[in-house]
């Protein structure tokens, strides 16, 4: 699993990259099949370190599709709160709940497809909740499209051949990911290759260890020319 301490090394290489927001906010995370741990390791990534417990709340058929959250594989320095529920609305409900209480340091919520329950309108309360209270909300949307939705940054998470093994060519190595930004209020959409260098798991003494790497898909501005001015600032 992650890091939550990469992305901002990330930032810093790529100036208007996935880390750089107004504030908290809601945001949401569309990972292609095969990829939700991918997208839940990278939600993990964004929020950073700090002593404040993570809500995340599992509606009943996200979990049976994919699985609980496996706290050691984590690499979560704070507590972790698991809530399961049956009901897309409970689940909702929840996450509004959650973002009333200042003390958590995130609330995260995997909810299947698109029930009726995740509306414009309950993405609207939600981004209103995470900003007055100044708690960062992602939820992640398993199997499901992009309809409707207040959330301010909306990422789109897929898997990728691996990068080669540096030890046998034939093996697979470091797991890779496309990471594509293509909703955002603040700053143009954007794509990457996300690469999760395993470092001492894997033996090699690079003074790093779960290290992610960033590096653009496209040349910087490719994507955002191509969506056009209508789609560079606007969350659908």
């Not at 984590?74 to 972790?80: E, I, M, Q």
């Not at 093996?171 to 690469?195: I, M, N, Q, T, Y």
């Not at 790497?213 to 789609?231: I, N, T, Y």
Request: with cysteine.
């Amino acid at each position: 699993m992650f890091q939550t301490d990469i992305f901002p090394a990330a930032q810093s290489r790529h100036p208007g990259g996935p880390v750089r927001r107004p504030g908290p906010t809601l945001c949401e995370v569309f990972p292609a099949a095969g990829a939700e741990a991918a997208a839940a390791g990278f939600v993990l990534a964004q929020l950073g370190r700090g002593a404040a417990p993570v809500l995340w709340i599992q509606e009943r058929l996200a979990q049976s599709e994919t699985g609980r959250p496996y706290l050691a594989g984590l690499g979560l320095d704070r507590p972790l709160l698991v809530m399961r529920l049956s009901r897309p609305a409970d689940v909702m409900a929840a996450i509004e709940e959650g973002l009333r209480c200042r003390a958590l340091g995130a609330v995260v919520a995997e909810l299947h497809g698109n029930p009726p329950a995740a509306s414009f309108t309950a993405s609207k309360r939600l981004a209103l909740r995470a900003g007055a209270a100044a708690v960062p909300c992602w939820l992640i949307r398993q199997a499901a499209t992009a309809d409707l939705s207040a959330a301010r940054d909306r990422w789109r998470v897929a898997t990728l051949p691996s990068a080669p093994d540096p030890d046998d060519p034939q093996a697979p190595g470091d797991p890779c990911w496309r990471v594509e930004l293509f909703r955002s209020r603040d700053r143009p959409p954007g794509a990457w290759v996300a690469r999760h260098e395993r470092g001492h798991e894997r033996g090699h003494e690079r003074g790093t260890s779960n290290r992610l790497d960033l590096v653009a898909a496209f040349p910087d501005g490719a994507v955002a020319e191509a969506a056009g001015p209508d789609r560079r600032h606007g969350a659908r």
